[in-house]
């Protein structure tokens, strides 16, 4: 059973318009969440994250909301930048757990067209 | 940022082959991790290591083996490849309470 969905595998948004990437997640234990974005023939590098006992982080352009009622984060790109294409993956865990163990979902690749 | 190297970058190994990968770090965090990463599926996780000398399984560890003898290197084996082992391998580090850093991956090709 699928811990950590990206339902969406792809997503292309016009330059300058703002990207929503979304990710839910079925197991509530789970109280930190990350996005990390990936180039190909690279490691996927951290972007930003969220603590359950916050609904919302904001980084520069990146912002990440938490709805723990619906488990369901999205992160928001404004503007979008054609930098920006890459494959996005959501990550969850839990913070009690010892080895802090990452569930990733599949991933969403971004293209942003110029 | 990351502070962690891979060797080899890729690799083609006929089946049946006995292949190391190597992972070092430069940050002398204890916590390190291996994923796979196979197309459509993520990133799964394949053993850890809190600390030098202790190791534990993740999701997918059938056909590796990991070993922790000092802080800074965490290396996974693979005793006899197949080709469903073929991917991309990334070794990660933990820094901080939560946040993993990623190296730049092996892809390997098990033919």
């Known amino acids: 059973d699928q811990q950590v969905k990206q339902n969406s595998p792809s997503l292309s948004v016009q330059e300058g318009r703002i990207s929503i990437l979304n990710c839910d997640y079925t197991?509530?234990?789970?109280?930190?969440f990350l996005w990390y974005k990936k180039y190909p023939a690279e490691g996927p590098t951290f972007l930003i994250s969220?603590?359950?006992?916050?609904d919302k982080n904001e980084d520069g352009r990146f912002t990440v909301f938490l709805n723990k009622s619906a488990k369901h984060l999205s992160l928001h790109i404004v503007p979008s930048q054609p930098g920006d294409s890459a494959v996005y993956f959501c990550a969850a865990t839990y913070r009690n757990s010892g080895n802090t163990p990452l569930v990733f979902g599949k991933g969403t690749r971004l293209s942003v067209i110029a | 940022i990351a502070g962690i190297t891979q060797a080899p970058t890729s690799q083609i190994l006929a089946a049946g082959r006995r292949m190391t990968l190597r992972c070092t770090q430069d940050?002398?965090?204890?916590?390190m991790y291996w994923y796979r990463q196979d197309l459509g599926l993520g990133l799964r996780l394949i053993h850890y290591s809190n600390t030098a000398g202790t190791t534990g399984k993740g999701e997918v560890p059938d056909g590796y083996s990991v070993s922790r003898a000092n802080t800074d290197d965490f290396p996974l084996t693979l005793a006899s490849a197949v080709p469903s082992q073929t991917s991309v391998y990334f070794c990660?580090?933990?820094?901080?309470?939560?946040?993993?850093?990623f190296g730049p991956g092996t892809r390997l090709t098990v033919l």
């Open positions: 940050m002398r965090h204890n916590a």
């Open positions: 197991n509530s234990m789970f109280d930190y």
């Open positions: 990660a580090r933990l820094a901080g309470e939560d946040t993993q850093y």
């Open positions: 969220i603590s359950s006992i916050k």
